[in-house]
């Protein structure tokens, strides 16, 4: 059980829930105006990473035969045959339910969303077969992280959530649009939808950079809805030109760092903006 419980670590890449985790406490920080307390804090963290942990399996689950096709995914553990299929649904109906039982602790209302994040998850995997939004549902998956800090402490919608989640939203479609285009051919001789697969390279890198281009704006905006203060906005210019650093890295006939771009930049700007609402609320 140890051995298997960290391969399906590696397999879901559990470190890639910096992304998701310090937005949760975004929203979370920002609707208590300071520390939730540590009830709060501790279901929030259980439920982001239950339900990354639930999507990511389903995803590889459901791309079992695209992986074992494409030369990158070679190395995954399903497709090595590391973790069975079976071993695979058990940690991933395990993971749906915790995260389901971390919602009941919070509030009526986030359980009765719950169901409605898990399906979001799922149906993500499903989309890159029949449309290039599937970036955008991805984002939207991601976006819920915020909102449901948000919702964590205070059970109702605000405007500084949702400009949140929408901020993030963009933020993942557009840096997951990137990623995607790294499997621009085996994706178009597969029958698989992405911007790059669907429009090429060079369109996708462009409408990849008008996503980052409404990720600044909402933002800037969820900081205003949330009444922030000065270290909150400094901190945004900072993560406006990240971005544009980010787009510089990666060009249509080089796409050698866009793992650098992927993960290394965009999970420092998911820290930076948590750390930059912690300090504009203690000081």
Known sequence: MPNQLAVFARMIKIEHSVFALPFAYTGMFWAADGWPGAKAFLLVTVAMVAVRSFAMAFNRLADLEIDRKNPRTQSRPLVTGEMSVRAAWIYTIMAALVFVLACWGMNPLVLKLSPVALAVAAFYSLTKRFTWLCHFVLGATLGFAPLGGWLAVVPEFTPAAVLLALGVTFWVAGFDILYACQDEEFDREQGLRSIPADFGVPTALTLSSFCHVNTA???????????????????????????????????????????????????????????????????
């Open 217 to 283: 704006v909402f933002f800037l905006v969820a900081g205003w809805a949330a009444q922030a203060g000065a270290i909150y906005f400094g901190a945004m210019a900072l993560i406006g030109l990240t971005l544009v650093l980010e787009h510089k890295l990666i060009k249509p006939d080089d796409l050698s760092k866009v793992n650098l771009a992927f993960f290394t930049l965009n999970g420092g700007i998911a820290v930076a903006v948590f750390g930059a609402v912690l300090l504009d609320l203690w000081l």
